[in-house]
């Protein structure tokens, strides 16, 4: 019997133990570590007490992850992935943003795309996976369509909601110095809207990343998702299928943490509650 | 009187429709107010200022009657005449030098830089010219406005409450202020404000509104040399008047 999940227990309860003797950047680095060990190893006594041969260990996941990164696999179906998403996200972006910001000021162009963006909006972007694939066949065409289906509407719907929320004030400022044209775009709408349109970014960045996944899963043949349904398909390789996932939701986070950078500019500081 | 009319109102009315009803804000608003002169107007909060100012500032219209200035109607927003808001106006995603700047894109960079530099020197923001306005307190965030409509060198100036937001430390140094750069620039001010005492420290007339729907009860005179002296006996005669139009009692 190993009983490392004990010690890693003991140390884990020593560092929430002391927190309050910890800065609040220590805090915020060695609480959730520690929740996290806690976690993994909940995640073995499971795997102990069910004696179950099919769901992998921590250390078989581990092992299994060590070992898609050591064969080139990985790094090829991460930059599959990686590929849809980008380019799906940023032709979303070029999209969804200008339209957004036109159809958002102009009352009567809302008027009249509003009520179909937000009926095509429901529709899960999966559901659009046998159409994709129709007209992009097998694969990057038709992730990128797909990512570009699922940005699109968080980016379009947020930069319009954004735009119509500019304040009267503001609006009457422009008005009074005579802005208008291009002009008013440049200097009130899209600055006044652009906190609340990175805010749409994040969120279709998180929807997009969830998208490509699934849709690799069922209708391409390389990038993460793809490396999932492989994995379980050849050989009932659990350890790879949850070494994946732990790799999707790490990328996850990064991909997060970079859009968030765009908050910090001091053109858009002012849209955030400092907390 | 032989001083050139800047501003008139005729019989200026206002109705919003609310919930099907009509609601009726102004009524037959007659006022004249002279080039140069600085002219308060004080009523009860809810009795149509704000729409008042606001249909001689062009951003609504009368429902009958007009506003002139030099002569010609009111049709909408002209930089020739500013507002200075009652909430912030300026921009918050743009430089103090930026928002200062806004009315005077058509110059040359040279004439921006010396005119941006003269007023923000007027209003005592030097050195903060690269701040963003969230790190600028209210009273500092009220002279960028300020400055900013300075800066478009206008006719006019509609003032909303803009000192409302403010601790009263503030508001009378800006006040003070103020009154400094009307005798140094010599603008038509307009001056919205429900404070009694605010009026009397600044304008050469104060405009006494009744209740909803809002009609002109007096016009009172303040006779004044500035600087004011706030104890002065002139001074409590005025603001006793005031109270009476007002229809509030003297006493707390
Ligand atoms: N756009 C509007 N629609 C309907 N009612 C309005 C509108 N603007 C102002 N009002 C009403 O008109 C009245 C006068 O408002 P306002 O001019 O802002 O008063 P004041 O500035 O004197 O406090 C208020 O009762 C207000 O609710
Ligand atoms: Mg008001």
Redesign the pocket.
Known sequence: MNYWPLYVSLMALAVVGTARWQSARQQSVLLPMAISCFLVVLWELACRWTQSRIFPTPGQTWAGLLELIESNRLWGDIAASLFRVTWGFVLAVAVGIPLGLVVGWSTRTFRALNPIIQGLRPISPIAWIPIAILWFGIGDGAGIFLIFLSSFFPITVGTMAAVRNISLVHQRSAMNFGLSGLELFRRVVLPAALPQIITSLRIALGVAWLVIVAAEMVGMDSGLGYLINDARNAGSRYDLVVATMLVIGMIGIVLDLLIRRLERFDEVRWGYATR | MTTQQKVVFEKVT?L???KGED?E??RDIDLSVAQGEFVCLL????????????IAGGF?RPTSGRVLIDGESVLGPDSRRVFVF?EYGIFPWASVWDNVALGLRQLSKDEQQRIVSQVIELVGLKGFESTYPQELSGGMKQRVEVARALAVDPDVIFM??PFGALDSLTRLSLRSELIRIWHESGKTILF?T?DVDESIQLAQRIVV?TD?P?CIREIVPVPMEHPRDLGSPEYGQIKNRLYDLLGVSHQV
């Open positions: 206002k919003f429709q609310r609601l804000v102004l009523g009860p909060s809810g009795c149509g200022k704000s729409t008042l100012l606001n609504e009652q909303d409450e919205v429900h509104f909803r809002g």
